[in-house]
């Protein structure tokens, strides 16, 4: 069968405000494992993670911005904002399609995202649970299901 449109995607994955460097360093070790595309952080800023054993930063892009507009001002051409927040407003990530081009946004497990950030995500995604998750488990169960679903023309 053939297929005239590109298949070409990309995604990339960060956390805004993340609240320890260990989990920033666990999300990038396992965004190099599932095929993101570039790894970013908004606000708090860190340096080399002793939880990221693969070197992810020297193996792909890293950004940084200070604040969620200089984020957003520079979210690729053509890419989606997946926002990763426990709201009614979100998407049950099992019935969650994801976009070829798309950026994943992850809060710090003890605010989340902010108001502006979920108001500017183009979609917003949750987990079946009570309780919010550790933000490099939630940033990794969404790229694995990513490779587990692959992704759709947007």
């Not at 710090?108 to 183009?122: C, F, Q």
Request: include cysteine.
């Amino acid at each position: 069968m053939k297929i005239d449109t590109l298949e070409q995607g990309f995604f990339g994955i960060g956390i805004q405000n993340g609240k320890t460097p260990e989990n920033l360093g666990v999300l990038w070790r396992s965004a190099q494992n599932m095929g993101a595309s570039f790894i970013f952080t908004i606000g708090n800023r860190y340096a080399k993670q002793a939880s990221d054993t693969h070197k992810a930063v020297g193996a792909m892009p890293y950004f940084h911005y200070d604040n969620f507009e200089d984020f957003y001002a520079h979210l690729p051409k053509g890419a989606l904002l997946i926002g990763v927040e426990l709201t009614d407003k979100a998407q049950p990530l099992e019935s969650f399609q994801h976009p070829r081009r798309c950026v994943y946004l992850l809060g710090a497990e003890d605010h989340g995202l902010t108001k502006e950030a979920i108001e500017k995500s183009h979609r917003l995604v949750k987990f079946n649970s009570t309780l919010s998750l550790n933000v490099s488990v939630a940033g990794s169960i969404v790229m694995y299901d990513r490779g587990l679903k692959g992704t759709v023309i947007l």
